[in-house]
């Protein structure tokens, strides 16, 4: 079985960082994508970045310039580093993998982790 499991999240300074971490559990043989989203109450949740397999990158707008987010295949661990951060990011962050594919060829079209809830407040 996969889980999903974020860590990282806490209370943070308007310009300080933060780095949250996703490790997906289990025996996976591939991934084809991770994402960072993001939710405040009461409205949708938002794309902030996603990682393919091939390490191609893409960022939100908002985010261009101040976070980066990598993995470690190794690990099967993806990452968001925060830094600038902004009153505005203040959210629940989640981590989300499509197309995962266990070593025993069960297949899982779409996994949420828990979030990890970021405040950025003086």
């Known amino acids: 079985q996969v889980q999903l499991v974020e860590s990282g999240g806490g209370l943070v300074q308007p310009g300080g960082s933060l780095r949250l971490s996703c490790v997906a559990s289990?025996?996976?043989?591939?991934?084809?994508?991770l994402s960072w989203y993001r939710q405040v109450a009461g409205k949708a949740r938002e794309l902030v970045a996603g990682?393919?397999?091939?390490?191609?990158?893409y960022y939100e707008d908002s985010v261009k310039g101040r976070f980066t987010i990598s993995s470690d295949n190794d690990k099967n661990t993806v990452y968001l580093q925060m830094n600038s951060l902004k009153h505005e990011d203040t959210a629940v962050y989640y981590c989300?993998?499509?197309?995962?594919?266990?070593?025993?060829?069960?297949?899982?079209?779409?996994?949420w982790g828990q979030g990890t809830l970021v405040t950025v407040s003086s």
């Open positions: 989300n993998a499509v197309r995962v594919l266990t070593e025993d060829g069960v297949k899982y079209p779409e996994l």
């Open positions: 289990g025996s996976i043989s591939s991934i084809n994508g």
């Open positions: 990682i393919t397999s091939g390490g191609s990158t």
